[in-house]
């Protein structure tokens, strides 16, 4: 199973663009990578999902190298309500996730 | 279109007692996936359920927890004889297929083992 690795934690300002990135140099053919927002006493929350090249939807965009050993989740502008931790995923297409989220990257986005 | 229900939000159990953790999917969803998270960590994947079947419960301590997913009502996840190091959020997740759809997670269910 394909290990992550982000930052511990991240400081932004209100309306700056924010980039995390996650390595998982052990990635296997048919995983995916996908990044979760996780807000104190929620559960988590689905941003975005890709294989390789870039996606894009309203709330992030999500940048994988040709080699998809990192990926690198971008938000744009963030506000204070950013807030919150980030979790990067990588596993296969099909069935549940196996792959232990891990600490994620506590982003604090301050006024 | 209500998300992903559990009930209780909190529950306290003393050592030795069972606790039962409910879970109802989104509406549609018939793939349930259960979660662990102690405090300051990531999420533990645990079980992996469809309608009456368990797909994948490599995440699933040996002893003391079961889980379920029947025909009619909500995914249960058993805990049977908690001790103190059970205490965690345990978060369920629901998804509308299981070719990797996007998960929907509940509010999670806080339980203090004292």
């Known amino acids: 199973l394909a290990k992550t690795t982000q930052p511990i934690s991240m400081d932004s300002y209100e309306g700056q663009e924010v980039n995390i990135t996650c390595s998982h140099n052990?990635?296997?053919?048919?995983?995916?990578i996908t990044w979760y927002q996780q807000f104190p006493s929620q559960g988590p929350r689905f941003i975005i999902q890709?294989?390789?090249t870039k996606v894009t939807n309203e709330v992030a965009s999500l940048f994988i190298p040709a080699d998809r050993k990192s990926s690198t989740l971008s938000l744009p502008r963030v506000s204070l309500s950013d807030t919150a931790v980030y979790y990067c995923l990588v596993g296969p297409y099909t069935g549940g996730f196996k792959t232990i989220f891990g600490a994620g990257t506590r982003l604090f986005v301050k006024a | 279109n209500a998300g992903v229900m559990q009930n209780p939000r909190h529950l306290v159990r003393r050592r030795g007692q069972e606790a039962r953790l409910r879970c109802s999917p989104m509406?549609?969803?018939?793939?349930v996936y259960w979660y662990r998270q102690l405090p300051e960590e990531g999420l533990k994947f645990m079980v992996y359920?469809?309608?009456?079947?368990?797909?994948?419960e490599s995440g699933m301590p040996k002893e003391r927890f079961s889980a379920e997913f029947p025909k009619e009502g909500p995914s249960i996840l058993r805990i049977q004889q908690v001790v103190r190091g059970d205490s965690a959020a345990y978060f369920c997740?629901?998804?509308?297929?299981?070719?990797?759809?996007?998960?929907?997670f509940g509010p999670g269910t806080r339980l203090t083992v004292l």
């Open positions: 509406k549609g969803h018939s793939h």
């Open positions: 052990n990635i296997a053919t048919n995983d995916y």
């Open positions: 890709g294989y390789k």
């Open positions: 997740a629901s998804s509308l297929s299981g070719q990797n759809n996007e998960q929907f």
């Open positions: 359920l469809q309608k009456e079947n368990i797909i994948d």
